[in-house]
């Protein structure tokens, strides 16, 4: 199986700063990668797959980059509703795999 | 606006099987386009994919679970279920049914709101 590495595991950020996530394929995986935003006590909300394509609906600011095995998703300008726990997911082969996630909390 | 909607008890002894139901809305799982997945989430902890079934009945498992899981499609009913036999106190799990896109291209889409199942005797 392919494993995910997400770095940080967690972090503080304040509204406003702009937060990258970094996400690692064990192998190479094209740009079969999905990112999803989630809080507490709801299901994942996808927020970019193909690596850099954004999900309809979700805001601009949220990007995502990278191809291969070393992706990133940037949130431009942090908002409150932003804070969160953030995974990556890989769907380039079986079992799918996710990473470890990331969670944004406030300063 | 599609939707989906586990069902199924809350509670499972162990060594038991565990079985869940996903209601699809606004969709059907007879469309070509899509794998219908379950996926679940250890409170606490992190996602884990448990497989999925396409509309011709086709199935693809994580190899972790594959000896204990079993996952069917009803068409008629617009439903996909899960099974998972034996289970242990590990399972206790967030489970999710969510909708895959078959062409690889856009990732789980849409997911159910979740259910917890626990396992405990």
């Known amino acids: 199986a392919i494993r995910m590495t997400q770095s940080p595991s967690s972090f503080s950020a304040s509204t406003g700063d702009r937060v990258t996530i970094t996400c690692r394929a064990s192998?190479?995986?094209?740009?079969?990668l999905a990112w999803y935003q989630q809080k507490p006590g709801k299901a994942p909300k996808l927020l970019i797959y193909?690596?850099?394509t954004l999900q309809s609906g979700v805001p601009s600011r949220f990007s995502g980059s990278g191809s291969g095995t070393d992706f990133t998703l940037t949130i431009s300008c942090l908002q409150s509703e932003d804070f969160a726990t953030y995974y990556c997911?890989?769907?380039?082969?079986?079992?799918?795999?996710f990473g470890g996630g990331t969670k944004v909390e406030i300063k | 606006q599609v939707q989906l909607q586990e069902s199924g008890p809350g509670l499972v002894k162990p060594s038991e099987t565990l079985s869940l139901t996903c209601t699809v809305s606004?969709?059907?799982?007879?469309?070509?386009?899509?794998?219908w997945s379950w996926i679940r989430q250890p409170p606490g902890k992190g996602l884990e994919w448990i497989g999925y079934?396409?509309?011709?009945?086709?199935?693809n498992y994580n190899p972790s679970l594959k000896s204990r899981v079993t996952i069917s499609v009803d068409t008629s009913k617009n439903q996909f279920s899960l099974k998972l036999s034996s289970v242990t106190a590990a399972d206790t799990a967030v489970y999710y049914c969510?909708?895959?896109?078959?062409?690889?291209?856009?990732?789980?889409?849409?997911w159910g709101q979740g259910t917890l199942v626990t396992v405990s005797s």
């Open positions: 079934i396409y509309y011709s009945g086709s199935t």
């Open positions: 606004g969709g059907s799982v007879s469309s070509g386009s899509y794998y």
């Open positions: 192998q190479g995986i094209s740009s079969y």
């Open positions: 969510a909708r895959e896109h078959a062409t690889a291209v856009a990732g789980t889409d849409y």
């Open positions: 997911q890989q769907y380039y082969s079986y079992p799918r795999t």
């Open positions: 193909a690596a850099s």
